[in-house]
C-alpha cells in the first residue's frame, strides 16, 4: 500500500483529497502546515508529498525544500490556485514531480501518484525549452522527475539536489560544447550522465553511459534512464 502525504491549510480540501486518495487504495496522512508536515516526514516513510504552495508561516517551496534535507528522494507534488507564483520557480528547483492546479484534477493525481518513483530525480540540461519540456513530460508519465538548466551557468547553480542520472544536451549557451557536462561531472561525483546532442561526430568530454543523436528514439531513451535507476537501487 501506498502512503501519501498532504499538506494544505485549508483542511476540507485537504479531507477531501484525502477520502479521494484513500477509496483509490492508500494510506493518507494530512498536515495543515509545514512544521507538522516535516513533524511527518521524520517519522514516516511515504511514496510522495503533495502540498499547497501557499500556506502561513511555512510556503510550499520552503517545505519542499527543507522536506529535502531530511527525505531527498521524496516526490513531491504541488496542488496550488496560483499556477503562475513566482515562489514555483524556488520549488521547482527542487524537482518537483508535477504542479497541479487546484481542484486537482484527480485522474491526472492518481495517475502521477501511482508511476511516482522514489529517489527519481533527473537532471535535464537543454536549452530548447519546448524540447526540454516535452522531454520533462515524458519522464512524468514515468514516475521520474526532472529538474532543469538550459545553459552552463544554470548548470553550475542547480541546487542541492540529488540526481541518479542526467541528460545533458552538449551544445548549450555559456561554454564549449561539453561544458556542461565537466560542470555536472564536478557537482555530481559519479552522476551517470546520458548525452543528447544534434550534432552528428560530437566527442563527449566526460565518461557517458549512453549518446542520443536527435531526433531520437524515445523509448530507447527511457529504457536506458530505466536501466540506470534499476542500477542505482540494487
Given amino acids: 500500500m501506498r502512503r501519501y502525504l498532504i499538506v494544505d491549510d485549508n483542511q476540507a480540501f485537504a479531507e477531501n483529497l484525502g477520502e479521494i486518495l484513500t477509496d483509490a487504495g492508500a494510506e493518507v496522512s494530512m498536515a495543515t502546515n509545514g512544521q507538522a508536515a516535516l513533524d511527518l516526514v521524520s517519522q514516516t516513510r511515504y511514496d510522495a508529498l503533495l502540498s499547497d504552495m501557499r ?3 511555512m510556503g510550499g517551496a520552503e517545505l519542499v525544500h527543507r522536506v529535502r534535507r531530511i527525505d531527498p528522494g521524496l516526490p513531491a507534488i504541488v496542488i496550488t490556485a496560483y499556477t503562475h507564483d513566482d515562489d514555483l520557480s524556488a520549488a521547482r528547483q527542487e524537482g518537483l514531480l508535477a504542479v497541479l492546479p487546484k481542484p486537482a484534477p484527480v485522474g491526472r493525481l492518481i495517475e502521477l501518484l501511482g508511476v511516482a518513483r522514489r529517489d527519481g530525480l533527473v537532471a535535464l540540461i537543454e536549452d530548447d ?4 519540456d516535452n522531454l520533462s ?3 512524468r508519465l514515468r514516475g ?3 529538474v532543469t538548466a538550459a545553459s552552463v551557468v544554470e548548470t553550475e547553480r542547480l541546487g542541492n ?3 541518479f542520472a542526467a541528460l545533458v544536451d552538449l551544445r548549450v549557451p555559456g561554454g564549449r560544447d561539453g561544458e556542461a557536462m565537466v560542470r555536472l561531472a564536478k557537482k555530481f561525483a559519479g552522476l551517470p550522465m546520458l548525452v543528447i546532442t544534434g550534432h552528428e561526430g ?4 566526460e565518461p557517458h553511459q549512453g549518446l542520443f543523436l536527435k531526433p531520437f528514439h524515445t523509448p530507447d531513451l527511457l529504457a536506458s534512464i530505466d536501466r ?3 542500477a542505482r537501487r540494487v
Fill in 161 to 163: 539536489v540529488r540526481p
Fill in 137 to 139: 513530460d515524458v519522464l
Fill in 55 to 57: 500556506m502561513p508561516v
Fill in 144 to 146: 521520474f522527475a526532472a
Fill in 202 to 205: 560530437a566527442i563527449p568530454p
Fill in 129 to 132: 525549452v519546448s524540447f526540454s
Fill in 228 to 230: 540506470l535507476y534499476l
